[in-house]
Structures are given as C-alpha cells and as structure tokens.
C-alpha cells in the first residue's frame, strides 16, 4: 500500500507541477516593451511570404498582402511556384505597390520557397508569414522589441483563430477545437519563455529572424540537408528546424504575448481539422526526438550562449530544463486518457484525497482557456466536446508515431503535389548520398546546381556545392539521383 502511494503521488506530481508552474509563469510574463527611441524599425524589415497562390484562396492572400503592407515593412516577397507566378504578379499589380517582388521555384516546398528568398533579403530582419494570417498595424515594432538586444535571434508572437463569421453547428465546433489548440499553444510558449526562454517552436505563421543568421551557409547547408532516422532527406518542419538551429548556436528566443503583436490565422473548420492535427503531431514526434536524443543540446550546457547582464559569458546552467521537462518530454508521456484514468484508479479512496484529485483533473481542462471563455462565454457549452477530444487525440499521436516517415498535408488543393520531395529516401554509399525519388522525373530535391527555369536561372543556394552525377547511360527519367555532398570529398 505505501509503495502504490508513493508511486501515485510521485505521477500526480509529474503531471501536474508542470500545469500549476505554468500557470504562474504565464500570469507573469510580459512582453519586451517597445523602446522609446528603437534602434530597429520598419524599414529594417523585409516579409517573405510562401505561398502556392491557389485561385480559391485569391481573395484572402491578397488581404495578407495587404495587411503586411499596411505595417510598412521595406518589402514583401511572395514567393510562389512557377505556374501560378504570372497570377500573383497580376494581383501585385492590381495593388499599385513598389514594395513587393515576386519570385518563384519550379515545385511547391516551403524549406525550397524560404531558401529562394533568403539571398534577396536587403534588410538586417527578415519575417516570414503564412498567406493567410492577419496582422495588426502595431505588430512590427513589437517584433522588433527583443531584436534591440543582439542575444535574440528570432522573436514569436501569440496567436489567435479568425472566427467565422455565422457559422453552421459543425464548423463552430471545429472552429473551436482549432481556437483552443492555438490558446494551448500561446500559454504553452508564454510559460516556457518566462521560466527558461524556451518555447515548443517558433511558429512560421508568422515569425521573425536576424537575416544573418539566415543567410549563413553552415544554415543553408543545414537547413537544405537535415536528414530524418538516417534513412531520409527531411524537407518539411522548417519552422521545427530554425527553432532547434537557434538554440544549438546560443540564440536566444522571444516570445511576444501581447494583443497588439497578436496575429489572426485559419484553420480547417470541418473534419480535416484531424488531418492538420495528425501533420502538427508528427512534426512534434520528429522535432522533440531530434532534439531530446540526436541533437541533444537542451541536455547540454550552453557553452557560448549570452545572457542578458553578461554577454558573452559562458553560462553556468542547462539550456532550456523546463521546457525539456514541460514540452518536449510530454511527447513521450503525456497521454491523457491514460494518465487520468490511471490516477484516479490508483488515488487513495479518502474522500480528503480522492476529490481533490478529481476537481484538479476537471481544473486542467479549463485553466488555459479562461480568457477565451470570458470573451466568448458562449463556448462554454462546448467544453466537454473539448474534453473528449483531448482523450482522443491520443489516438491521433499514436498512429502520427506510427507513421513518421508520413508528410503529406491532406487538407489543401495542390500542397501534396510533390509531396516526395518532402521526405526523401535516403541510402548511404561510401561517401556518397544517394536520394531515391518517387517520382519518375528528373528533378533535384534542392536546388544544389544550377536549375533553369521559365523565368531564369537559380542560383546554386550552396556556394561550395557540386553538380548532380548523372550515371553516362542515364535515359532521362532516373529512378535514383546521385548527389555528392559538400564536404563529402
């Protein structure tokens, strides 16, 4: 009996510290505030804006558009694919702007799209942007705010669900499950940021970079060739990716809760609200075991890291231990169902312990979301659908475990069409690379050569890098591209 109490009160410990700490921290944390007399402004800012530019969503990627110009950045790119690059240009054109260029690559991939602009970038910060979130006019100079200290590298900001507008029945309820996955997330990133400036991931819908370290080729050659299980070439989690590099080069990172940094976004309000779940719960599984076991530098002392009173000076503790325990370990642990069930099943029957447990469980399913409800008071009512989601969830982690290799987005027209070149299979020969396509087509995963197009030439995105070995016998439509690695002699 005194082993099963301790066991029990040691899981009750384990699962909840982390909620009540949390909970203090996100009370605590405040935003950096904008200084009076910034050394960055917004003409220190260029916005770089991937998108596949589909005709169905003209109408809200121009008001993207319009929005990121209404902050006066010194310029937006819009980096799009080639077939659709002359309709982007003509809704440019319709805009009566001088401050957005277009550019394009021949297949949609966003890691591809980033890198294309990257060299373009004139100005010292460089955000890059969803095409389809809603920015307020002040949202600049608080993005700016952290970058006024040269120890941060990148900045977040809190994030929030556009609400329909009349909706049906089922899409409020989607709707809602998509607006609490986002709260979830801004307290989950305010209280890691407050305790050890660490946070899940620094978001792509909208997120802010130092371009040098952007533009940096041990970047470029990192963020081109990150491999997966050592049996793939990973071309998706690019914001997963950056967020990892920060930390592994002793950045720090800022998140920005504050409704005027706030940014307004869409997601699926219908059942493939799941299969956006399914793509973000995979993504975890890859960027939370990379970092725990393959990288490992949360483990580690950050040797090199500044800090904010001493710049410079090696410090003295581990990176980012409560976001290790917090977040990424919870990839591994944190299965609902199992864990309520267990400790209720294992709580001592003493009324003066039993109940207690029980309102702290019901307690955890709402304290997060409280200023939601208070503006929204009518979403109360759909609480328990929220709670019964949150048990099934975990059948959507298990099964996104089970299929890691998976990088399909499933939920927009034409976003898998090169799904293959996401999650390239990859064999290892010697000193050579060989990536194993699934396409019929000869095409390379990255522009490592030079590649033409209708609209010119890329340039090689890594300087040092060598052409493709095409075998002398090569028909036209390999099954298998060679590629020799820089460094790799």
């Known amino acids: 009996m005194l082993v099963e109490h301790t066991l029990f009160f040691a899981l009750l410990a384990y699962r909840y510290l982390r909620l009540i700490v949390n909970v203090v921290a996100f009370l605590l944390l405040r935003p950096i505030a904008v200084p009076e007399n910034p050394l960055l402004t917004s003409n220190d800012v260029t916005v770089v804006v991937p998108s596949l530019a589909l005709d169905q969503d003209r109408d809200e990627f121009k008001e993207t558009v319009h929005g990121i110009l209404a902050t006066n950045p010194f310029e937006v790119i819009l980096v799009t694919i080639d077939e659709n690059v002359e309709r982007v240009k003509l809704m440019v054109k319709s805009m009566a702007t001088t401050k957005v260029r277009v550019l394009s690559v021949s297949q949609p991939n966003k890691r591809r799209q980033m890198v294309r602009a990257i060299p373009e970038v004139r100005t010292s910060i460089t955000i890059f942007a969803d095409d389809d979130v809603r920015w307020p006019k002040t949202i600049l100079p608080w993005m700016l705010a952290p970058l006024e200290d040269a120890v941060y590298g990148g900045v977040g900001t809190n994030q929030r669900l556009r609400r329909a507008v009349e909706p049906s029945l089922s899409q409020r309820v989607w709707g809602f499950l998509g607006a609490m996955y986002l709260l979830r997330r801004n307290f989950d990133c305010a209280a890691c940021s407050y305790m050890d400036g660490g946070l899940p991931c620094l978001s792509g819908r909208t997120v802010a970079y130092r371009t040098k370290i952007l533009s940096d080729t041990a970047f470029t050659d990192g963020f081109t060739h990150e491999e997966w299980n050592s049996e793939y070439q990973l071309n998706a989690d690019d914001d997963n990716f950056i967020t990892r590099w920060l930390v592994s080069h002793g950045h720090r990172i800022a998140f920005q809760y504050h409704r005027e940094a706030e940014v307004e976004t869409t997601l699926e309000d219908n059942p493939k609200f799941l299969k956006q779940c399914l793509r973000w719960s995979r993504s975890n599984w890859r960027s939370n075991i990379t970092s725990m076991f393959i990288e490992r530098h949360i483990w580690r002392l950050a040797r090199g890291a500044h800090t904010m009173s001493e710049p410079g000076k090696l410090t003295k ?34 009324s003066w312990v039993f109940w207690p447990v029980v309102a702290l469980i019901a307690t955890s399913k709402w304290i997060k979301f409280v200023g939601h409800f208070l503006r929204h008071p009518v979403d109360v009512l759909l609480l328990p659908v929220l709670v019964v989601f949150g048990y099934l969830h975990g059948l959507i982690k298990l099964y996104a475990a089970c299929t890691l290799h998976v990088t399909a987005w499933g939920t927009r027209e034409g976003a898998d069409a090169n799904d293959a070149y ?17 396409s019929s087509q000869f095409m390379s995963p990255w522009p490592l050569f030079q590649e033409q197009s209708q609209y010119g030439k890329h340039e090689p995105i890594y300087p040092n890098s060598r052409p493709a070995q095409v075998p002398r016998d090569h028909p036209g439509k390999p099954e298998t591209i060679c590629l020799i690695l820089p460094g790799d002699e």
């Open 422 to 438: 996401r999650m390239i299979h990859l064999t290892q020969t010697g000193h050579e690379h060989v990536l194993e396509t699934k």
């Open 317 to 350: 503790n581990r990176q980012q231990p409560w976001s290790t325990y917090a977040v990424h370990l919870t990839t591994l642990t944190h299965w609902a169902l199992l864990w309520d069930v267990g400790l209720l099943y294992y709580c001592p029957k003493e």
